[in-house]
């Protein structure tokens, strides 16, 4: 008889990004065209799964790594013409979202009441109001108060978060100046003592252009790479192309060239601000790739933010993986191209350090296996609602 050996695996990481749950498909009897989640059931199905009996034996670290939450993308609300968004505001679309996805909720209280399992909120660009303490603690109170030690909301008050030794994490819009906020500066006090939030202009971007722009192509955030995009839509749908990349030459415009100079700066400090602003379109994994390879005490950075998914294991061995994002994508690209989402998760799991025995030398970092992975879900019906 064959007897099942023992899991040596003490520790299984789990690391999911840029899910943008928003306030539903429906908001207010209208259409919610900013909504990019689409995918409950199948979230729901990988949080149970992951927290089941079959991993009790083993810690569970759930990882979420930036833009659960998607507080950019709340419609029908007038406070983003505001310059300033206040603590009252976020809180309102944090409520519209849990609301709006019960059952992640749930699935996410069920994960905790195991005793092993864990999970970490790191905040994202698009979450990034959770810095506010009461939208952290909205969250916190969806769990019941015995599990709540359990959960933890990290601010990014330090540069990366590291679950293990070796491997090492950070949502990714630290690398982009457009997206980059400091959790502390960027909460303003008024006279009442009332609290606002100053985004980054990233974030105007995104509500102030690419939020109008979608009520009619819902996919204009969605297509990779955005030069592509561009002639495609100069020869297919021109008017509307045109409009969109002057909208947002002017917005670049007026934000990081008017702006700038109204604030007294010289000539050469506007050219260094934005030579630093274009990194926004350069290639992402190289500028993250001197960190991993520079870095003897990293085997593996694990980010998001950019929504295509990545791994990448370089010559010394050490590995880069983007978790992707669990909305529908277009890609362009014919060695990349693929229509839909792309459900891709980071699983670490850390087994037992064994010693080394018969001349078999022992790595640093062989205790881990780094993977990324695509979740297919289950289903017991032989077919699937049609989206377009």
Do not use: C
């Not at 023992?6 to 909504?35: M, P, Q, W, Y």
């Not at 008024?190 to 252009?209: A, H, L, Q």
């Not at 495609?232 to 909208?247: K, V, W």
Request: aromatic residues 16%; without cysteine.
């Amino acid at each position: 008889m064959t007897f099942l050996q023992k899991s040596n695996i003490k520790k299984t990481i789990l690391v999911i990004s840029d899910l943008h749950l928003g306030a539903g498909l429906i908001v207010n009897k209208r259409k919610n065209f900013l909504e990019d989640f689409h995918y409950d059931k199948e979230l729901i199905e990988f949080i149970e799964y992951h927290g089941s009996m079959h991993y009790q034996e083993r810690e569970v670290e759930l990882i979420i790594n930036g833009d659960f939450l998607d507080l950019l993308a709340v419609p029908f609300v007038p406070y983003f013409d505001d310059e300033f968004w206040s603590e009252q505001a976020s809180l309102d679309k944090l409520k519209m979202i849990v609301n709006a996805h019960p059952g992640v909720f749930e699935a996410l209280r069920n994960f905790l009441t195991f005793p092993n399992n864990r999970l970490v909120y790191i905040i994202g660009n698009h979450d990034a109001e959770l810095i506010f303490e009461s939208l952290r603690q909205y969250i916190v109170d969806q769990f019941p108060k015995e599990d709540q030690f359990k959960f933890k909301i990290l601010l990014n008050t330090e540069d990366v978060y590291i679950p293990e030794e070796g491997v090492v994490l950070k949502h990714g819009h630290e690398y982009e100046l457009a997206h980059h906020f400091d959790p502390i500066t960027s909460i303003a006090t008024d006279v009442e003592g009332k609290k606002y939030f100053i985004p980054p202009w990233g974030s105007y971007y995104v509500t102030r252009v690419i939020n109008k722009f979608k009520e009619s192509r819902d996919y204009i955030n969605a297509v990779r790479p955005i030069n592509k995009f561009m002639i495609n839509g100069i020869i297919y749908d021109s008017l509307y192309t045109m409009r969109f990349a002057f909208a947002n030459f002017y917005y670049f415009l007026m934000v990081r060239f008017v702006m700038i100079f109204k604030q007294n700066k010289k000539t050469l400090e506007v050219l260094e601000l934005v030579k630093k602003e274009i990194q926004l379109f350069q290639n992402y994994e190289a500028l993250t790739e001197e960190f991993v390879t520079g870095n003897a005490d990293v085997h593996a950075l694990i980010v998001g933010h950019t929504h295509d998914p990545i791994f990448r294991e370089y010559d010394d061995g050490s590995i880069f993986i983007n978790t992707g994002t669990w909305t529908k994508m277009y890609n362009l690209d014919f060695g990349k191209n693929f229509y839909g989402a792309r459900l891709t998760f980071a699983r670490v799991d850390v087994k037992e350090k064994s010693e080394e025995a018969d001349g078999v030398v022992v790595e640093k970092f062989d205790h881990l296996d780094i993977s990324l992975n695509e979740w297919r879900g289950k289903s017991d019906l032989p077919f699937k609602e049609f989206r377009f």
